[in-house]
């Protein structure tokens, strides 16, 4: 993509930079106008990354409003109020209305375009109100193409897109979908379709560490709190037997007997289903680990889980080891670099920051179809 100057760039909730990330593999020539987030360790993180930006307030209540329209606003409001994981507030919750503040934003500031990503919680939130509520407000033109006929006195005057993408048909091996939101001004060639979806290739074993710290790996208190083997669903060599692979390593190894040869390479997790468990295939599938107690769970186990700001998910790299992903590896399944350096915050602030971020490639894709260029 060949930019002819430097585009104007914002973004609120800008957490460590997946939007920067976006650009800098685009080899889009940019400057940040500003940025905003009011995590003292993400922007701990964004600063030894990408340098402070020039203008770096912390609450968008604060942030000041830029005269002249930037290129690309990209914003995205804390989703806890509408995750299926949290407790779904809504717009009851302080978070949730943080949606007004960047309409404030698009309305005063007039960008070219604008992005926004939330949950796909968002969807159905007050039973559809809430997102029928954004668009209403966004979209003063057209809305997937539409035309508005009767537009909300306080629209926007965008053409608005929303799709819910998935980042494992990006080429990322994680199930997580997220709903998209781009806008395009008035004034600017109203052509866009979001990008085409890939056949996912990449597994989890692709973005797995060689060598991994002992830290990492399980205690057997918490193995025998998530994997569960009840007298209803034992059979004869199924039964899963624990054992310290070594005095000296706090590593625990799995031995079990998931299918009816002796060399089936899976492991059985308890999960609500109807069979009671679900089945992790060694190497390929990652393993939830939230509420490891849990009767009532399921989704635990797939093609790289979602991740969560505890990131509390693992992987059985042998049929006789199993551990928690790194935080390396997490910020692999956001798409993020290995050049990319979270050393100077703690492992949970990382996990943290890599389960609050956006999907690198995702942007990527929507970004290329942007007309940059005009």
């Known amino acids: 993509m060949k930019i002819e100057d430097k585009i104007k760039v914002g973004s609120d909730f800008s957490g460590v930079g997946a939007f920067d990330q976006a650009l800098l593999r685009l080899g889009i ?4 106008v500003f940025a905003c987030d009011m995590d003292k360790y993400a922007r701990k993180t964004f600063i030894h990354n990408y340098g402070e930006p020039k203008y770096y307030p912390e609450n968008v209540y604060d942030r000041e409003i830029p005269k002249d329209s930037l290129d ?3 914003t995205s409001p804390p989703c806890q109020a509408f995750s299926l994981a949290g ?3 809504g717009e009851d919750d302080k978070r949730g209305i943080l949606f007004y503040n ?3 934003f698009i309305k005063k500031n007039n960008p070219r375009y604008f992005i926004f990503e939330n949950v796909k919680g968002l969807l159905s939130d007050d039973n559809g109100k809430t997102f029928a509520r954004w668009i209403d407000l966004l979209s003063g033109k057209s809305v997937n193409g539409n035309p508005v006929i009767f537009p909300n006195e306080n629209s926007a005057p965008y053409h608005v897109y929303h799709k819910v993408l998935n980042a494992k048909s990006f080429e990322v091996p994680q199930n997580r979908e997220r709903v998209f939101i781009i806008g395009i001004r008035d004034d600017v060639d109203n052509i866009f379709s979001f990008p085409k979806e890939f056949t996912l290739v990449k597994r989890l074993k692709d973005v797995l560490e060689e060598n991994v710290d002992e830290k990492y790996y399980l205690s057997e208190k918490l193995i025998n709190l998530f994997i569960k083997h009840t007298e209803k669903h034992r059979a004869k060599g199924n039964g899963f ?19 009816t040869r002796p060399d089936d390479n899976y492991i059985k997790v308890n999960s609500a289903t109807s069979k009671g468990y679900e089945l992790a295939q060694v190497g390929e599938d990652s393993i939830n680990f939230e509420h490891p107690n849990s009767e009532t769970r399921r989704g635990r186990v797939g093609v790289g ?8 998910q693992g992987v059985a790299k042998s049929k006789d080891i199993i551990r928690k992903l790194t935080p390396r590896e997490c ?19 990382a996990y943290k920051q890599a389960g609050n971020s956006i999907v690198v490639n995702v942007l990527c894709e929507i970004i290329k179809k942007l007309s940059l260029t005009n």
């Open 29 to 32: 020539d940019y400057e940040t």
């Open 72 to 74: 690309i606003y990209m």
């Open 87 to 89: 407790k779904r507030k």
């Open 102 to 104: 960047s309409h404030e």
């Open 241 to 259: 037997k624990f054992k310290t692979k070594d005095l000296n390593n706090i590593g625990q190894a799995v031995t079990t007997r998931a299918g």
């Open 305 to 312: 889980q979602t991740l969560t700001t505890s990131c509390n």
């Open 331 to 349: 910020f692999r399944l956001m798409d993020f670099p290995d050049t990319f350096d979270f050393s100077v915050v703690s492992d949970s602030q």
